[in-house]
Structures are given as structure tokens and as C-alpha cells.
């Protein structure tokens, strides 16, 4: 039997479902990712308590932008991601880029600027630490593709665009062109590509079929492995392949993608 890896979750905000992990889907493999400095230890602790089914993911997400700035995230941050990816044997995430997502707050976008130096500052790091990093992306791939393509940036072994939202064309033409496909995965989950199934399809079949990755994207243990099971099926339905065949592919490539 293939593991199941979940790349991308955030299980660590539902303490309440945690006995999940005690009992059931012994096959399942969880990247919770940490995103705004107050749950780094959520995902520290969650690692302690299932040391065999947590590979943990530290990171700063574009939504917390302001609370950076602000030194509301305290400037050592920088230092305290580097030692909890090191001594907890985890990877780069969840970061990026958003170009869309309000601030409930106050209603206004998220600063973009700020975003860009944020990102290129923790790609920085997951290239000295050599861990791939799970990105998030919205409406700001050319942004993105500009600081992967620039040749000055320092980057990832690996970078994975989870629930990818962009168009079929960019992954062909931007991100799986030239030297670049050899450092790039893609990850599809039910709760986000699935409210569009006929492009993410079109996506599917745009990702090398050793580049592709699944993931759940929620917070509840208790319903990520149905959700798995959806974009999973979903996967192997659009290249016409078994789910068996399927979970063996998925997991050769998720543990290429983690090194792990």
C-alpha cells in the first residue's frame, strides 16, 4: 500500500480533531503549514506528538504582511524559522504571493510590496537550509515567475505551487520551461480547484505526471482523507489511470518533492 501525502494542511488549528491521527488512516502522511509566527509551536507540537505522520512546515504567509511591517512579528522571526525548520526536520511554508485577499479589518488589499521582500527573504533561507518550499499564489504568478526567473534570487531545491489557481498556459509556458521545470511541482486539492473541475483538469494534464502532488488544505483532521480521496480520484480519472496506480505515483512524487 502507497502512503497518502497530505503536501499541504493546517490541522494544527483543530487541536480537536488531533485523535484522528491516533486512530485512523495509518496510511496518511500530513505537512500541517505554519503561516503567521503564533502557530509555529502548534506545528512544533503536533510533530512531537506524531513523529511519523507530521512533516512539519514553518513560514510566514502574505496575509500577515502587516503584523511583520508593524513588528507585530517580532524582527527575530527570521532567526526563530531557521532553527524551528532545522531542529524539527521540516520545510519552508506556507509563503507567497496575494494580489487579491482583503484585510477583514479595514477591507483594503494586503501591502504588495512588503509581500515581494517577505517571500524573497524566506526563499533565501529555504535555499541555505536546502528544504523545498510550499507557495501560496494568488493572481501574482507573473510576480512570482519574475523572482523564480531572475536569476539573482536564491532559491528552493524545490518549490511547490499549492492548490494551483493560475491558468493551464502558465504552467506550460512559464513554470515547466527550461531549467526552471526541474525545481517545480504543483499540488490540487478538492477545497479549492474543485469549484472549477474542467480547468483544473486542463491543469492536471499540464503538470508532468512526476510533478504532481494532492493535498487537502484543511484544518480538520477528521475530513482530510475523503478529501484526498476526491482529488486523488480526480487525478486519476483525468489521465486514465487506477487509483492504485495513482497513489503510487502521488507518493513517489511527494517524497521526491519533500526529500523525505
Known amino acids: 500500500m502507497a502512503y497518502v501525502y497530505d503536501v499541504h494542511c493546517h490541522i494544527q488549528q483543530s487541536p480537536e480533531s488531533f485523535d484522528v491521527l491516533d486512530s485512523s488512516a495509518p496510511g496518511v502522511l500530513y505537512c500541517p503549514q505554519g503561516t503567521n509566527y503564533m502557530d509555529w509551536a502548534s506545528v512544533a507540537e ?3 506528538r506524531f513523529p511519523d505522520k507530521i512533516v512539519p512546515a ?5 496575509w500577515f504582511i502587516e503584523q511583520v511591517v508593524s513588528g507585530e512579528i517580532p524582527g527575530s522571526w527570521a532567526t526563530e524559522l531557521k532553527d524551528l525548520i532545522t531542529r524539527h526536520n521540516g520545510t519552508l511554508g506556507e509563503c507567497g504571493l496575494d494580489k487579491a485577499a482583503r484585510n477583514p479589518a479595514t477591507n483594503k488589499q494586503y501591502p504588495f510590496e512588503p509581500q515581494l521582500a517577505l517571500l524573497k527573504q524566506q526563499l533565501t533561507l529555504a535555499h541555505e537550509l536546502d528544504v523545498p518550499a510550499s507557495l501560496h499564489c494568488v493572481k501574482a504568478y507573473p510576480e512570482l515567475y519574475s523572482i523564480i526567473k531572475s536569476g539573482t534570487q536564491a532559491l528552493p531545491p ?7 489557481s493560475g491558468s493551464p498556459d502558465m504552467l506550460s509556458q512559464m513554470f515547466f520551461k527550461d531549467e526552471l521545470a526541474q525545481r517545480m511541482y504543483v499540488s490540487f486539492s478538492a477545497a479549492i480547484n474543485g469549484r472549477n473541475l474542467d480547468k ?7 503538470v508532468p505526471l512526476d510533478k504532481l502532488l494532492v493535498e487537502s488544505d484543511l484544518d480538520d483532521a477528521r475530513h482530510t482523507v475523503e478529501a484526498l480521496d476526491t482529488v486523488i480520484c480526480l487525478v486519476a480519472d483525468t489521465h486514465g489511470m487506477s487509483v492504485a496506480d495513482t497513489k503510487v505515483m502521488l507518493a513517489r512524487n511527494s517524497q521526491a518533492f519533500l526529500g523525505k
Open 200 to 206: 483544473t483538469r486542463a491543469c492536471i494534464k499540464a
Open 58 to 62: 514553518f513560514g510566514l504567509h502574505p
Open 158 to 164: 524545490r518549490i511547490m505551487l499549492h492548490s494551483y
Open 46 to 48: 503536533l510533530k512531537d
